[in-house]
């Protein structure tokens, strides 16, 4: 099945400063979306990303599906963007998930 | 009004009881999975429905049963539980074709 890598797998970081955020996945993708889970364990849509650019607010995502990865970029870092960010990548019917990057954001 | 809707929120029950965990989506959509997070937070389909009917069903023991009474809802029923079983549990939906899938707020199933 397809494989999906996410880098880093742990992020420190001082509240303002940026990041970037990297899935890379094996094989042609369909679909993928970033989600960002919070302390409290709630899965939340950052964004539905296929291919190109999004930006919303402080975050913005970038695909190129035809090398196979995604960019996530937070800017300006807040305390409340801890937590795990995790792409899926979805073929043939079926999703896959990275094991995710975990974000903490000191005050 | 939440568009993914897990119920219970959290579960703690003894090994070798049978338990079940409801979903259901108000979105209208064709397509409804759950999901098993471990502990390590790593998040791997258990099973896909397209319209009440088993689509994807991922190596999942024979003690898991979904059941989807219409494509609103599907609940995941498990038979003699097992402390391995002990993760969160989350149920998701989206359209048919390449769309975004959206997630209920997961089941913390704790087996003793």
């Known amino acids: 099945g397809i494989q999906v890598e996410q880098s880093p797998p742990d992020l420190i970081l001082q509240e303002g400063a940026n990041s970037t955020l990297r899935c890379n996945f094996s094989d042609s993708v369909n679909n993928l979306q970033w989600f960002h889970q919070n302390p409290w364990g709630q899965l939340i849509n950052l964004f539905y990303?296929?291919?190109g650019t999004k930006q919303n607010g402080r975050l913005s995502a970038t695909t190129v599906a035809t090398e196979r990865y995604s960019l996530l970029y937070i800017s300006s870092s807040q305390t409340t963007d801890s937590g795990v960010y995790f792409c899926a990548v979805y073929s043939a019917g079926k999703s896959t998930f990275g094991d995710g990057t975990t974000l903490t954001v000191k005050p | 009004d939440t568009a993914v809707s897990q119920t219970p929120k959290y579960l703690v029950t003894q090994m070798g009881n049978d338990k079940s965990i409801k979903c259901e989506q108000n979105?209208?959509?064709?397509?409804m999975y759950w999901y098993k997070q471990d502990s390590k937070k790593f998040l791997k389909i258990m099973f896909s429905?397209?319209?009440?009917?088993?689509?994807i069903n991922e190596t999942v023991p024979n003690r898991f049963s979904p059941k989807s009474p219409d494509k609103a809802h599907l609940n995941l029923h498990i038979n003699s539980l097992e402390l391995g079983d002990s993760a969160v549990y989350f149920c998701?939906?989206?359209?048919?074709?390449?769309?975004?899938?959206?997630f209920g707020q997961g089941t913390r199933l704790t087996v003793v």
């Open positions: 979105l209208g959509h064709d397509t």
């Open positions: 990303i296929p291919s």
């Open positions: 998701a939906s989206r359209t048919r074709g390449n769309t975004e899938a959206f």
């Open positions: 429905y397209n319209n009440k009917e088993l689509i």
